[in-house]
T-cell receptor
Framework: EPEVTQTPSHQVTQMGQEVILRCVPI?????FYWYRQILGQKVEFLVS????????KSEIFDDQFSVERPDGSNFTLKIRSTKLEDSAMYFC???????????FGQGTRLTVV | DQQVKQNSPSLSVQEGRISILNCDYT??????FLWYKKYPAEGPTFLIS?????DKNEDGRFTVFLNKSAKHLSLHIVPSQPGDSAVYFC??????????????FGKGTKLTVNP
């Protein structure tokens, strides 16, 4: 069964450093998303991406964040200068045209120290 | 901003019995509702969904009921199995014209099914 894969599973970084979280969405999906879950809190929407551009973003997704689809398979989330409060589980998701349900990867745990 | 609320943080049931997980929402623009299951150290797994034009959707042991007037939905699992033990998230989106495709999640309910 096809699945969304994310790498790395765990990333520890120093405050102020840049991180890139990587995702390979399901191959015939055209809609891509990033969500995050801070420990003990809800899963929160960050950004949606379709047709090589951002279609929607939340207020969390400020200038420190960016997304890219550098090739036909990868979808990345970059945080330019990490803050302690960026520590969270980051989930990538993808969706097929015509369906509402998004399929999630296993997540990347980002720890900013 | 709690547009989607799951007021029970946990639920414990006996194997073979029914599990009922509840979810309330406040945004009347929501027109599609989903349930996800999540095991520790894994991402949310899609379970079942329902459009606002329906009041019930069934898939095997899982049934979702939607009461639009009460802005309430519930997930029924019958019979419950120990493997169903997980955190269950209710999510909603406003897909209609001019709406948003993002999913808004509740805080989750941890279901424990005891053998």
């Amino acid at each position: 069964e096809p699945e969304v894969t994310q790498t790395p599973s765990h990333q520890v970084t120093q405050m102020g450093q840049e991180v890139i979280l990587r995702c390979v969405p399901i191959s015939n999906h055209l809609y891509f998303y990033w969500y995050r879950q801070i420990l003990g809190q809800k899963v929160e929407f960050l950004v949606s991406f379709y047709n090589n551009e951002i279609s929607e973003k939340s207020e969390i997704f400020d200038d420190q964040f960016s997304v890219e689809r550098p090739d036909g398979s990868n979808f990345t989330l970059k945080i330019r200068s990490t803050k302690l409060e960026d520590s969270a589980m980051y989930f990538c998701a993808s969706r097929r045209t015509g369906l509402t349900e998004a399929f999630f990867g296993q997540g990347t745990r980002l720890t900013v120290v | 901003d709690q547009q989607v609320k799951q007021n029970s943080p946990s639920l414990s049931v006996q194997e073979g019995r029914i599990s009922i997980l509840n979810c309330d929402y406040t945004n009347s623009m929501f027109d599609y509702f989903l349930w996800y299951k999540k095991y520790p150290a894994e991402g949310p797994t899609f379970l079942i969904s329902i459009s606002s034009i329906k009041d019930k959707n069934e898939d095997g042991r899982f049934t979702v009921f939607l009461n639009k007037s009460a802005k309430h939905l519930s997930l029924h699992i019958v019979p419950s199995q120990p493997g169903d033990s997980a955190v269950y998230f209710c999510a909603a989106s406003a897909q209609g014209q001019g709406g948003s495709e993002k999913l808004v999640f509740g805080k989750g309910t941890k279901l424990t099914v005891n053998p």
